[in-house]
C-alpha cells in the first residue's frame, strides 16, 4: 500500500559554513586550507547541510533523527538505508546562505522477507538564496523493518575487475566524524553494543552516505569527474574495519561505481552521470 503522508515540512535558512567544509576535508585526508570562502561546495559534500535538529525527546528509539523531519514508527524499530538519488542543477558557495526543503514524500507499507515493513522516501532540496531554483535535489529512500536480523539476501561475489579501483577500510574514527558532521546520530553507526545486540549485526554499520560521498571523492580526486546526477542502491550492510572496493567503469551516460565488501559481494551500486 503505497499514501502519501501529510508531514509539516522542515524548512531552513543556514549557511553553507566554511568551517564545516573545512572539516569534511580534513576527514578525507585533504588539506583544509585549499578550502575557502566563495568556493563551490564539492559536490556530494552537500550532505553537512542535511543534519537534522530533531530534539533528543524526539529521536527514534535508534537514535536516528530523521534528518530533522520526524520519521514515522508504525512498531518498526530497525532502520537502514535503501537507497538514494541526488540531482546537482546548480553549485553551492562555501559561505553562502542556503535555504533547505525537507519533507517526506511517501510511505509504503507492505510484506517483506522478514513480516511487516515500510518504505519512507525523504526529499530534500537545497536552494542558494542567490539562486532561483534549487542546486540540489536528494531523495533518500529508508526500509523500516521489524525487531531481529534481516533476512539473508542471496549473494555471490561480483568480480572486482574494474577500469579504476580503490580499496578503502572505514574505521570508528571515520564513521564518528561523517556521523558528527551530519549530526546523524543512529546508534548502528555509533553504539557496537546497540549493533550487535539489539540489531542483531555483527559490528557498526557504515553509513550509507559515507559509500556516496567516498564513490563522489573516488571520481572527483581521482578522475577528475564532476557529477550532475547519481542513483544509488544499497543492497546488503557495509561494516567497520571491513575493506570495501570501490570499482569505477564508464558507462555510456558517465560511470557506473559497484561498492564491494571484504568478500567481494556487490553491497552497492551507484549510477553516475557527469
Given at each position: ?61 535508534d ?36 535555504e ?8 509504503t ?25 534549487a ?83 573516488f571520481?572527483r ?12 542502491r ?24 559497484r ?16
Amino acid at each position: 500500500m503505497t499514501m502519501e503522508r501529510d508531514s509539516a515540512p522542515l524548512i531552513r535558512i543556514d549557511s553553507c559554513a566554511l568551517a564545516s567544509a573545512r572539516r569534511v576535508a580534513a576527514m578525507l585526508d585533504c588539506d583544509p586550507g585549499m578550502v575557502a570562502d566563495g568556493q563551490p561546495l564539492p559536490r556530494g559534500w552537500h550532505f553537512i547541510l542535511l543534519g537534522g535538529d530533531t530534539r533528543r525527546s524526539e529521536l527514534r528509539g535508534d537514535g536516528f533523527p530523521g534528518l530533522g523531519v520526524p520519521m514515522p514508527d508504525f512498531g518498526l524499530p530497525r532502520l537502514l538505508l535503501a537507497g538514494r538519488s541526488v540531482r546537482w542543477d546548480g553549485d553551492i558557495a562555501i559561505g553562502e546562505p542556503v535555504e533547505r526543503d525537507s519533507r517526506i514524500e511517501d510511505i509504503t507499507e507492505k510484506q517483506g522477507p522478514a513480516g511487516r515493513m515500510a518504505l519512507v522516501r525523504l526529499r530534500h532540496a537545497l536552494r542558494p538564496l542567490s539562486q532561483a531554483q534549487a542546486a540540489v535535489i536528494e531523495t533518500q529512500t529508508y526500509a523500516l523493518l521489524p525487531a531481529g536480523p534481516s533476512a539473508p539476501r542471496p549473494a555471490a561475489p561480483a568480480g572486482a575487475e574494474a577500469a579504476h579501483r580503490r580499496r578503502v577500510t572505514p574505521d570508528e574514527t571515520l564513521l564518528f566524524q561523517y556521523s558528527a558532521l551530519g549530526f546523524n546520530s543512529h546508534k548502528i553507526h555509533l553504539d557496537r553494543d546497540h549493533a550487535r545486540i539489539v540489531e542483531g549485526l555483527p559490528d557498526l554499520v557504515v553509513n550509507g552516505g559515507l559509500v556516496a560521498l567516498l564513490a563522489t571523492e573516488f571520481l572527483r580526486t581521482d578522475l577528475g569527474v564532476t557529477p550532475t546526477a547519481l542513483r544509488a542502491r544499497h543492497l546488503s550492510p557495509l561494516y567497520c574495519n571491513h575493506p570495501m572496493t570501490l570499482c569505477a567503469d564508464p558507462a555510456p551516460s558517465g560511470w557506473r561505481i559497484r561498492v564491494l565488501d571484504d568478500s567481494g559481494v556487490l553491497a552497492a551500486e551507484l549510477e553516475v552521470e557527469a
